[in-house]
């Protein structure tokens, strides 16, 4: 009967660290110490309990379809997107600045309205240097 009392509070008193999550810890700007479930966003946590066994070697690689290969596609076609902005961001810098140099260097600087060409006044060709400048500091580096 003993025996039967002392492998049952045993069994119970283990229970809970067999059922245990993972358990975070981490340290905020202020210096306090937080321990929780679910890792914090940002900062950087140690893993206090895991509550299984690390994976085996051959785990560790993922696998080339399903989940990953979704995200691996999709990655690709953000990259991508982004190429192509920063692509087309750059054409408009270069062609802002050779335009800003026409601003600056030539004082008879006409343009085309309405099928006749008309040429800028003085106030309009600032306001266009300005503006111009403006755009450049905006959106190139």
Not at 31 to 47: D, L
């Amino acid at each position: 009967m003993r025996m039967f009392f002392l492998t049952a509070s045993l069994l119970v008193g283990l229970s809970p660290i067999c059922v245990a999550g993972q358990v975070y810890k981490w340290v905020d700007a202020q210096g306090v110490t937080h321990f929780s479930a679910q890792p914090p966003e940002g900062e950087q946590a140690a893993t206090m309990i895991k509550s299984t066994p690390p994976a085996p070697a051959k785990a560790a690689s993922p696998p080339s379809g399903g989940v990953v290969g979704d995200q691996k596609a999709i990655d690709q076609q953000v990259k991508k997107q982004v190429a192509e902005q920063e692509a087309q961001l750059k054409a408009f810098c270069e062609q802002a600045r050779t335009n800003l140099a026409q601003l600056q260097n030539n004082p008879r600087v006409r343009e085309d309205v309405e099928g006749e060409m008309r040429r800028l006044s003085d106030e309009q060709r600032r306001q266009r240097i300005d503006e111009t400048r403006k755009q450049i500091e905006e959106n190139c580096q």
